[in-house]
């Protein structure tokens, strides 16, 4: 009898241990449910309605997952490939968290393009018009082309800094003077350029490099 007591009682308290256990995971969803926002997007991205749309559906993957684990009990994360709602639940979570990801992949590389120096609309057309990177830094000195003996000013001062990041040591007096000339002739030979002692625009590519 005794033992027919105890049997009873371990089989009570295992029951209201599983109860408590169920309720408690039923009103504690997983934590990974929701989807970290990443610090390395553009905040000041050229479309806002991208950045917007990103929130949302950050915000959207964690509140799907929680309300199917509240109103249906299920975990989405821990997909029962023999019932079609988890199934079709899982699915569709994933999707959007695929989305979500397209859509920071191409807020960090915004990001990435605006540490390099460069500004919103040249990242706009970096990213839609297919323009590299290299042709944008190209048009942003253009001012460059042409420069050439006996010229002076900001631009040649410009040119004496980029030939000496090269590894000269030329003063950087902003006159183009036998010394910049020879130099510059020096640096298009060492390139397998035609060393015309001018910046034309094969040597501001290379000197861009």
Known sequence: ???????????????????????????????DYDY???SEIDTDFYKPEVLQEYYKLAFDVGTYARSLWFNDGIDV???????????????YYNRLK???????????????????????????????MGISPEEITLEKHSHLLGLNIGLSGAEVWELQKLLNTKGDSIPEDGIFNV?????????????NLYPSGEVDEPTLKALLK
């Open 1 to 31: 009898m005794k033992r027919l007591i105890a049997i009873v009682l371990i089989i009570g308290i295992g029951s209201y241990i599983a109860v408590q256990y169920l309720k408690d995971r039923r009103f504690n969803p997983p934590s």
């Open 36 to 38: 970290p926002i990443s």
């Open 77 to 91: 994360l821990m997909m029962d490939r023999e019932n079609y709602e988890s199934t079709q639940a899982t699915d």
């Open 98 to 128: 695929s989305n979500v990801k397209m859509l920071e992949n191409e807020l960090i590389r915004s990001q990435e393009l605006r540490n390099a120096g460069y500004n919103k609309e040249q990242v706009r057309l970096i990213m839609e």
């Open 179 to 191: 010394l910049t000339r020879q130099r510059l002739i020096d640096f298009q030979k060492q390139n």
